[in-house]
């Protein structure tokens, strides 16, 4: 089945500080979203995002579907940000809908 | 929108007893997913369905575990009966496949204890 690997497993960052997390898989994807697991848990979605770029906020995101790889830029990190970022897709062969998760890159901002 | 619900949040249980865990996906979506997020395999599929009808289930772990959807607006996954190794998270999702995006939309999970 598709592969999806996240770098880096582990990050942390001074408040203020701009990151970049990458994703990249294995086989062409219909579906790639990105989320942050906050500290309660919760799944939140920040972008479906299978090829180009998107903004929101302090957060962006560019997928080249063509290369199989996602990156996911956090600029003037808060300590809110703190959390796991997934990266999942689905695969375009198969005929499932299913998403497969990357094992997440966990992030830390310190004050 | 309420997004999608989960009942209960936290539910704590003992070797051998039943646990139902309960689903209600965003309304007019025809796609709901359960997923398993566990420290030792992280988040996986274990089934989903479309317009209620089961359609891979190969994530299912054994015969302990099943799901149904008597309607578009509920879901129902039973451990019967529970074992410690099933104590995990378990997120119920929904989607809206169109031509436009396969986006899915997660419920805030239920923290599953089996002691």
């Known amino acids: 089945g598709i592969q999806v690997e996240q770098s880096p497993p582990d990050l942390i960052l001074q408040e203020g500080a701009n990151s970049t997390l990458r994703c990249n898989f294995s086989?062409?994807?219909?579906?790639l979203q990105w989320f942050h697991q906050n500290p309660w848990g919760q799944l939140i979605n920040l972008f479906y995002i299978p090829s180009g770029t998107k903004q929101n906020g302090r957060l962006s995101a560019t997928t080249v579907a063509t290369e199989r790889y996602s990156l996911l830029y956090i600029s003037s990190s808060q300590t809110t940000d703190s959390g796991v970022y997934f990266c999942a897709v689905t695969p375009s062969q198969g005929g499932s809908e299913k998403l497969v998760f990357g094992k997440g890159t966990k992030l830390t901002v310190n004050p | 929108d309420a997004g999608v619900i989960q009942s209960p949040r936290h539910e704590v249980t003992e070797m051998g007893q039943e646990v139902t865990l309960r689903c209600k996906p965003i309304?007019?979506?025809?796609?709901l997913f359960w997923y398993r997020q566990t420290m030792m395999r992280g988040l996986e599929l274990l089934i989903y369905?479309?317009?209620?009808?089961?359609?891979?289930d190969s994530g299912m772990p054994e015969d302990r575990f099943s799901a149904k959807m008597p309607n578009a607006s509920f879901s129902t996954l039973k451990i019967q009966p529970s074992e410690p190794r099933d104590s995990a998270v378990y997120f119920c999702?929904?989607?809206?496949?169109?031509?436009?995006?396969?986006?899915?939309?997660f419920g805030p999970g239920t923290r599953l204890t089996v002691t």
């Open positions: 999702a929904s989607s809206f496949l169109d031509s436009a995006t396969y986006e899915q939309y």
């Open positions: 369905f479309n317009n209620n009808v089961p359609i891979d």
């Open positions: 086989d062409s994807v219909n579906n």
């Open positions: 309304s007019g979506h025809d796609y």
